[in-house]
């Protein structure tokens, strides 16, 4: 009995129906008219995504199993990276969540040697102790599909695999994909790999099927300090904002949102995070660009080169040829 | 839990872990909470939205100090001087809250005139170089007791003024004097104004209005001086006037989801169930009689124990109740068997007579004393101190059983060992039997909160796996058989004992009913079967059965077992007091009736609790009182007064006959009423405070394999610390057997400093080899400026981090660092010493014939179920989703 | 009194893991790639160039476009079979044509060369029927009374071909500019620049076909064509590269950089142009510089988004 068989028998037992899907398409026609059906729109409904909250993460990385655990995601084989606690190093086909860590330490001055014991506390400071600054960074991201309103892998995908879906979240549709790779090119966060096991991309769905039976994302319930928030976007912006002002009001000027509102150059992102440095510190483009604001230039531009040939040529053969 | 227990009465965390949302500040120390509890941390994180500290002071900079507003860096080992410097900044600065410690502590009892502690030395008076205890002046921990009228017991002598030199408050503040921030700065290898900031921090967030916790783990008990870390805890709780409080409190984090039920119902070596007192085989215990009328506390005294058993004052307080508790527990155990007429079946109980702690057993394993050992996931062969000895041990058993969901490195130790003999040279018998994972039985657990919750059986376990429950009970149903037909009166116990928890209801004959276990815990009236209400209703005359006296009121009729509820309704304080059931009495806060002044009001609007209400005559508020509800705060007891009529309304701390928090524990910690710092057993450091090196009373393991480096031995200049990582779990018995964990964390290594590694030749994923006097392993080295070299006496300290939880069994395998540790007994608590002790580092590896053999499994194979596509209404362009 | 800590030093990219590593991550377009590019343009530069001399200079080109035409099938077929190969499932390469996304250039790119092979099939059809090889069956149709139809079949699909082949190599060049991979996003003209070089490449085919087939006055033409041609071709190339210019830089060490300068622009561009200069003798030579130029130009900027090699 292979471990599929197992599997089945105990969801039998357990009593969860059979998958009422239908087959995979076989034989030769089923495949060739399989993609071109159609079903019903679903029904608009309220915006949802993510507002991470770095400031309250502690990288524990229940994000990362559980995303692995619902969407029975491989296991990826690695090894020991140096580089922090992050041995997963990159989002792929098989990691749809990745969680960064980032020391930043000052030179730490040895104390210097110990003096006479003394039983003075005026000599110390008191307020300039309570005010000083904590040693030390240790930050923590959980990254992801940033699920951006104008998704360039959206644009860019020539099946119509990659869809917003009802909650305005980006999904790939596993049986359309044909691992064209458009996507992976178009993506500035780096999001999407091609799966070497059946050659199609994946990403993260945010939990789509989830999103259907009212369950946010498997992520979002295994955070457990609720640095991962799902909601409508309108709550979680609010949400994050206050969260923002909190944090200044209390001397963290470096807190930021990134990727909650659009720019000149981008959309606003479904996955928007409250950061505590650079987006650089954190792997991600300090301004992300969507390529397809070039595609009317740079087509423009494609057919003035052809035209210039063609003038020159029609004019060449006219004038020698005619 | 020692320290606990003797401070406070139960050896128990005080506070729920979601009252620290409720908390002003929090002191993390000698845990690693974010890591260790990610789940729980979501309470300080939240604390910390609310404008609370979060502090932590650790050896390392880790996942909680990422998170913490403040962190400091500490050596390992130092956490007793850490907070003894925060004792010396509460009382000389006078940032005690004078009326908690007046009235509620025993600041103002006056100690025996023999009472005393050379800072010379470190011990105190009575010590006895020849034995290594405090049997030469017997009495002179204790009170000095005012006798009452006709015979009454003696109350203790006081002054409510605190000024009397023999005082515990002044008494106190002399012990605590040489602690100064530059002396703890020294040994700890902090700044001096670290100990400052994070004494002022806990003292302008306590008193009336706010409240401070302490949450500590296994950071603090696995010192030799563990408990008495605890203890110091405890005192400066007490100064601050935050035990009983909302938001205060020490909040002892345990590693597992359940060891605090398997500590209560018990595993304990040295208690009956509920933390009784274990009766030894001496005279003075030799009948049920005796045994009631001397009980002695869980800290006895070590060496010459014919006349060492401290006296437990039995007249006053809960512990009045020790025959109530004893009997019902006898007659659960041995049902209609027990009766008045023979001592309820006390003689059928084995009693004490030496030390057979975990370790102490282990060490008598070695030398081919004992014969068969049980395992339930448990995994000494990575999660012992002295593994290497841990794991010969074992090899000298005729026969080991290992319960476990996978054959783990203690289930394999015959052959798998990397370091081990031939097999067919090891005599051992190992049976694995296959165990049911946690949602394949039903059952309760009992966690860090006393909170008891119900899980039920999702699925039936595959094929031959079972629960403990049900191989325990298969195994009792074994020998009861076995010794059916016996006469002989040693094996009454046996056939005596009432062991029927069939499940009727169940399909498979000889399954348990975990309920009906339940049932015996809670207790019931032996004459008609019904359930006991509450610990009210037990008594000493055999006509109640109580498996679990602090359980006593979980369920309280068939219907209703309340471990089982599950109302998410939460009240102001954020109690969830019909969310599954807490002993006792579903009290939630221990001590609570602290949360209220001596008139019985709470503090602060801000901290009340619980509080006394006039019109009804009754304690009330937001938490169960964990106190007599009808006794007034203006209660003053008669001289003769016995039980909880003998604790005053102001007295929170019923369990100790004088309803106080003990300050200074007059008895139940073998090597000192106040705590001491000492150094570690093996420690590169001598001690800076007093000509004792380290703590007196600590046992040492006589064994072969388990030599221990000299205090400041050069060989073994660093100091060595072990802990677990969010990503694995304990020995990783179950975290290294999945992929999706091994793929998170894939290899043992160990975190050095950039300036031990430089001075080791050493970058960031070499490997190092880590030596101790024990044994050697080698792992890749973490170069990381979170571990940091502290100067302690002057010169440089460098901290070897080592995570423990490799072995040579799983998807990943990895050396044990416990190989490395040394095996050892904390006075009082029995615990091993792994978190502080000395060793050498050097680049490179060890030879081939050391090397952890490629043992790893193959990954498991992923159920290969259709998952990822999406439901079919949802696809806005597709239509059909297909399944392979 | 000791000193109290300075205030740490504020986090800067520099001092991250993540600092200076690549944020994009590669298609799975291999090497291979380039030659797909170079065959598409092969494919779409001979038909236009043969389409356009078939009419504006029917007596030069006419005959010429019964090879031209199967030939640019050939290329089609060969670039197809690498587009469809280097899918990460072949199998379902029809899916592409579940829908038409203009803002996909390789949607686009689908569409339009979908639509330019069915009608060049049609179009090879008619023209290898013309075939002197083939004169037998010529003859039968033409008995039958269906050359005339057929004839006026294949002209007709030649002609429609024409707009769906000028999209198959507009979208070449945007599929690789419109994307964020280092160095291709900041190609601008590489659309242009491609475009151009299509033709460029056609007529380089067309020369070597029309001198196999004796039309010199084709030839003459075609020369007059490419010297043009390879000026806007310089002028193209000289605007592309200063877009990609820091990422090429990056990219290349210096000898990789002189080889690519040495064949691209004294062998693609300079010495083409002088022997086109100097007359039609020799004139099989130019083609056959600028042939491979144009693949080591394309293989520069397929592999540009790519690691350093060693790295």
Redesign the interface.
């Known amino acids: 009995m292979s471990?599929?068989d197992v599997?089945?028998k105990?969801?039998e037992?357990?009593g969860l129906p059979p998958?009422t899907?239908?087959?995979?398409?076989h034989g030769l026609i089923e495949?060739?008219l399989?993609?071109?059906?159609?079903?019903?729109?679903?029904e608009v409904q309220p915006p949802v995504g993510f507002f991470t909250d770095t400031s309250?993460c502690?990288?524990?990385?229940?994000c990362?199993?559980a995303c692995?655990?619902?969407?029975?995601l491989?296991?990826?084989?690695?090894?020991?990276s140096?580089?922090?606690?992050?041995?997963?190093l990159?989002l792929?086909a098989e990691e749809w969540r990745h969680v960064?860590?980032?020391?930043?330490?000052?030179e730490?001055?040895?104390?210097?040697?110990?003096?006479?014991?003394?039983?003075n506390?005026d000599?110390?400071d008191?307020k300039?102790?309570?005010d000083?600054?904590?040693?030390?960074?240790?930050?923590?991201m959980s990254d992801s599909c940033k699920h951006c309103v104008s998704a360039?892998c959206q644009?860019?995908?020539?099946?119509?695999?990659i869809?917003h879906?009802?909650f305005a979240n980006v999904?790939i549709?596993?049986?359309?994909?044909?691992?064209?790779?458009?996507c992976?090119?178009?993506?500035?966060?780096?999001?999407?790999?091609?799966?070497a096991a059946?050659?199609?991309?994946?990403k993260c769905?945010m939990c789509?099927?989830r999103l259907?039976d009212g369950l946010e994302p498997a992520c979002a319930r295994a955070c457990?300090?609720?640095a991962i928030n799902f909601g409508p976007i309108d709550a979680i912006k609010q949400q994050a904002e206050a969260r923002v002002k909190?944090l200044q009001d209390r001397g963290v000027s470096?807190a930021y949102l990134y990727g909650d509102a659009a720019t000149d150059q981008y959309s606003a992102l479904h996955n928007f995070y409250l950061l505590?440095?650079?987006p650089?510190?954190?792997?991600?483009?300090d301004q992300a660009?969507n390529?397809?604001n070039?595609?009317a230039?740079?087509?423009l531009?494609?057919?003035?080169?052809?035209l210039?040939?063609?003038a020159?040529?029609?004019?060449?053969?006219?004038?020698?040829?005619? | 839990m020692s320290g606990l227990g003797t401070s406070f009465g139960f050896g128990a965390c005080t506070n729920f872990p979601r009252d620290l949302v409720n908390s002003d500040c929090i002191l993390v120390m000698g845990s690693n909470m974010a890591e260790s509890h990610p789940v729980g941390f979501l309470w300080p994180t939240l604390a910390q939205q609310s404008g609370a500290t979060l502090i932590h002071v650790d050896p390392r900079y880790t996942r909680t100090s990422a998170a913490a507003d403040v962190h400091v860096t500490i050596r390992p080992g130092a956490d007793l001087a850490f907070l003894g410097g925060i004792v010396r900044y509460i009382v000389a600065n006078n940032r005690h809250f004078e009326e908690y410690v007046v009235h509620y502590t025993n600041a103002a009892t006056i100690l025996s005139p023999e009472y005393g502690m050379d800072p010379a030395t470190g011990l105190f008076a009575g010590f006895n170089p020849a034995t290594s205890t405090y049997d030469l002046l017997p009495e002179s921990w204790d009170y000095v007791m005012e006798p009452g009228p006709d015979g009454a017991p003696a109350q203790p002598k006081t002054d409510p003024t605190l000024q009397d030199p023999q005082c515990v408050f002044q008494v106190l503040k002399r012990h605590f004097d040489p602690y100064t921030p530059e002396t703890v700065a020294n040994i700890c290898g902090c700044r001096p104004e670290d100990v400052v900031k994070v004494a002022e921090l806990l003292c302008r967030n306590s008193g009336r209005e706010r409240t401070s916790a302490i949450a500590y783990s296994l950071g603090w008990t696995q010192h030799g001086t563990g408990p008495q870390i605890i203890r110091t805890a405890a005192i400066v709780q007490l100064l601050l006037g935050n035990i009983g409080r909302p938001g205060g409190g020490i909040i002892a984090l345990r590693g597992h989801a359940n060891v605090q039920g398997a500590t209560d119902i018990p595993t304990l070596f040295n208690t009956l169930p509920n933390y009784l007192p274990m009766p030894h085989a001496l005279p003075a215990q030799a009948t049920l009689a005796d045994y009631l009328a001397n009980g002695h506390s869980s800290g006895a005294r070590r060496g010459n124990v014919d006349d060492g058993l401290w006296k437990m004052d039995v007249t006053r307080g809960s512990w009045t109740n020790l025959p109530k508790y004893t009997i019902s527990l006898l007659k659960a155990w041995y049902g209609d068997a027990a009766t008045a007429g023979n001592e309820f079946g006390y003689q059928w109980i084995p009693k004490l007579d030496e030390d057979l702690s975990e370790m102490s057993y282990f060490i008598k394993m070695h030398r081919g004393q004992v014969k068969g050992l049980f395992l339930f996931g448990q995994n000494p062969a990575v999660g012992g101190p002295n593994a290497r000895l841990q794991r010969d041990a074992m090899r000298k058993l005729q026969w080991l059983v290992a319960v476990d969901l996978f054959e783990t490195e203690s289930a394999s130790v015959w052959y798998a060992d990397p370091e081990g003999p031939d097999p067919k040279t090891v005599p051992t018998e190992v049976f694995l039997l296959p165990a049911a994972a946690i949602t394949e039985k039903e059952g309760s657990l009992t966690n860090t909160e006393r909170l008891v919750q119900w899980h039920d059986r999702a699925v039936d376990p595959p094929g031959d796996c079972h629960s403990d429950l049900w191989y325990v009970y298969q195994v009792g149903k074994r020998l009861k058989q076995l010794y059916a037909g016996s006469g002989l009166a040693r094996d009454a116990a046996i056939r005596n004992l009432t062991w029927d928890y069939d499940d009727e209801a169940a399909a498979q004959p000889g399954e348990p009913d975990a309920e009906k276990v339940l049932r015996e815990l809670n207790g019931y009236h032996t004459a008609t079967g019904k359930h006991l209400k509450s610990a009210g209703e037990l008594a000493g005359d055999g006509s109640t059965a109580c498996g679990s006296r602090l359980y006593a009121g979980i369920f309280p009729d068939p219907e209703h077992n309340l471990a089982r509820r599950l109302d998410g309704a939460v009240n102001p304080a954020g109690i969830f007091a019909d969310w599954g059931w807490a002993w006792p009495g579903n009290s939630r806060v221990l001590y609570n009736r602290a949360s209220a002044d001596p008139q019985g009001r709470p503090w602060s609007e801000r901290k009340k609790l619980v509080w006394w209400d006039e019109a009804q005559g009754r304690w009330t508020g937001d938490d169960v009182p964990q106190f007599e509800t009808t006794t007034p705060p203006t209660y003053q007891p008669a001289p003769d007064a016995t039980g909880m009529a003998a604790i005053a309304g102001d007295a929170p701390f019923g369990a100790h006959f004088d309803g106080r928090g003990w300050l200074f524990t007059p008895f139940g910690m073998a090597d000192g009423p106040l705590p001491v710092h000492y150094e570690p057993l093996e420690s590169p450091f001598m001690n800076a405070l007093g000509s004792q090196q380290s703590s007196p009373l600590t046992v040492i393991l006589q064994d072969p394999l388990n030599p221990l480096s000299p205090p400041g031995d050069p060989d073994y200049p660093l100091v060595a610390t072990t802990y677990r990582i969010t990503e694995h779990y304990l020995s990783g018995a179950m975290s290294r057997f999945n992929s999706w964990l091994v793929e998170l964390q894939p290899a043992m290594f160990v975190e050095i400093s950039p300036a031990l590694a430089a001075a080791r030749g050493v970058k960031n994923l070499d490997w190092v080899v880590v030596s101790t006097l024990r044994d050697e392993i080698e792992a890749r080295a973490l170069v990381t400026e979170r571990m940091q070299p502290l100067t302690v006496e002057g010169r440089p300290a460098h901290v070897v981090g080592m995570l423990w939880g490799f072995g040579y069994r799983g998807e990943a395998v990895g050396e044990s660092a416990n190989v490395l540790s040394p095996m050892s007994l904390s006075p009082d608590a029995d615990i091993q010493g792994t978190k502080s002790f000395a060793c050498q580092l050097r680049a490179g590896r060890l030879g081939d014939e050391r090397h952890v053999p490629a043992l790893p499994m193959a990954p498991l194979p992923l159920i290969d179920l259709p998952v990822r596509q999406t439901p079919w209404a949802g696809q806005p362009e597709g239509s059909e989703q297909h399944v392979d | 009194m000791q000193s109290v800590h300075q205030a740490t030093r504020k986090p800067t990219p520099a001092s991250s893991p993540y600092a200076g590593q690549t944020i994009t991550k590669l298609p799975n377009w291999s090497g291979l790639t380039a030659w797909d590019i170079w065959f598409n343009n092969l494919s779409i530069g001979v038909f236009l160039v043969a389409a356009a001399g078939a009419l504006v200079a029917p007596a030069h080109f006419a005959p010429l476009t019964k090879y031209a035409y199967p030939l640019a099938l050939l290329l089609l077929v060969v670039d197809l079979a690498l587009l469809v190969g280097d899918l990460g499932d072949p199998a379902r390469f029809h899916h592409m044509l579940r829908v038409f996304k203009p803002s996909s250039p390789m949607s686009f790119g689908t569409w339009t060369l979908s639509a330019y092979g069915l009608l060049l099939g049609i179009a090879s059809v008619v023209a290898v029927l013309k075939w002197p090889l083939l004169a037998g069956v010529q003859a039968f149709l033409a008995s039958a009374g269906l050359w005339g139809l057929i004839e006026v079949l294949g002209a007709a699909a030649a002609v429609l071909a024409i707009l769906p082949a000028m999209g198959g190599i507009l979208y070449k060049g945007v599929l690789f500019s419109v994307t964020s991979q280092a160095g291709w996003k900041d190609a601008r003209w590489l659309g242009g620049y491609v475009t151009n070089s299509a033709v460029l490449l056609g007529c380089s085919v067309m020369v070597l076909l029309a001198l196999v087939f004796g039309q010199s006055a084709a030839v003459a033409a075609l020369r007059v064509a490419m010297l043009a041609l390879l000026v806007l071709d310089a002028i193209l190339l000289l605007l592309l590269y200063r877009g990609v210019a820091p990422a090429y830089r990056a990219r290349y060490d210096d000898n990789q950089r002189m080889f690519f300068w040495i064949i691209v622009l004294a062998g693609g561009l300079i010495a083409p142009f002088l022997l086109l200069l100097q007359g039609t003798l020799l004139i099989a030579v130019p083609p056959l510089l600028i042939l491979p130029a144009a693949l080591v130009v394309r293989y520069a900027l397929v592999l540009l988004p790519r690691p350093p090699s060693g790295k």
């Open positions: 471990i599929k599997a089945r105990q969801l037992v357990i998958a899907a239908p087959e995979r398409p495949p060739i399989y993609p071109f059906r159609r079903g019903e729109m679903p309250v502690i990288g524990c990385k229940a990362q199993v692995k655990e619902w969407n029975l491989q296991a990826a084989e690695t090894g020991l140096g580089k922090s606690y992050d041995n997963t990159a792929s960064k860590f980032i020391e930043l330490f000052d730490m001055p040895l104390p210097p040697p110990p003096l006479k014991p003394t039983a506390f000599d110390f008191i300039k102790l309570l000083e600054p904590k040693v030390g960074h240790w930050l923590m360039p644009l860019a995908c020539p099946t119509g695999a869809v879906t009802e999904l549709q596993p049986d359309i994909c044909n691992g064209c790779s458009s992976i090119a178009s993506c500035p966060f780096g999001v999407i790999t091609r799966s059946d050659g199609h991309s994946y769905t789509y099927d259907h457990p300090t609720w909190q470096q505590l440095a650079e650089g510190v954190y792997g991600l483009p660009a390529p397809h070039h595609l230039g740079d087509y531009r494609a057919a003035l080169g052809l210039l040939a063609l020159v040529l029609v004019a060449a053969f006219a004038l020698v040829g005619g």
